[in-house]
């Protein structure tokens, strides 16, 4: 079975860093691209990035793009999501999936697994 486990979250105040993890098995990890999506309280669940090491493809939401940093480690089968410069509308319910293939968009559609989420609260 293909899972993906996410973690890192938690409370952090505006201007603090946090650093994601999700950890993949059950798939062959050089294939897929691994996005990170988010879905605040009452929002639609929105695409902050993606890494596929294997196409050398990253993708940015325009958003978070100059803080957060998206990194692979494929011998621990674990994709990072370095947090930096935290706002309080980044507070969301972070998750990770998987995309066959190249990171291509941001498009919740397009990803076949998903993990379930890690919950990151920025106060103000």
């Known amino acids: 079975d293909v899972q993906l486990q996410a973690s890192g979250g938690g409370l952090v105040q505006a201007g603090g860093s946090l650093r994601l993890s999700c950890a993949a098995s059950?798939?062959?990890?050089?294939?897929?691209?691994i996005g990170w999506f988010r879905q605040a309280p009452g929002k639609e669940r929105e695409g902050v990035s993606c890494?596929?090491?294997?196409?050398?493809?990253?993708y940015y939401a325009d958003s978070v793009k100059g803080r957060f940093a998206i990194s692979i480690d494929n011998a621990k089968n674990t994709v990072y999501l370095q947090m930096n410069s935290l706002k309080p509308e980044d507070t969301a319910v972070y998750y990770c999936?998987?995309?066959?293939?190249?990171?291509?968009?941001?498009?919740?559609?397009?990803?076949?697994?998903w993990g379930q989420g890690t919950q990151v609260t920025v106060s103000s």
């Open positions: 890494i596929s090491s294997s196409y050398d493809s990253t």
């Open positions: 999936a998987a995309d066959f293939g190249p990171c291509g968009g941001l498009g919740p559609w397009e990803y076949d697994y």
């Open positions: 059950g798939l062959p990890f050089d294939d897929y691209a």
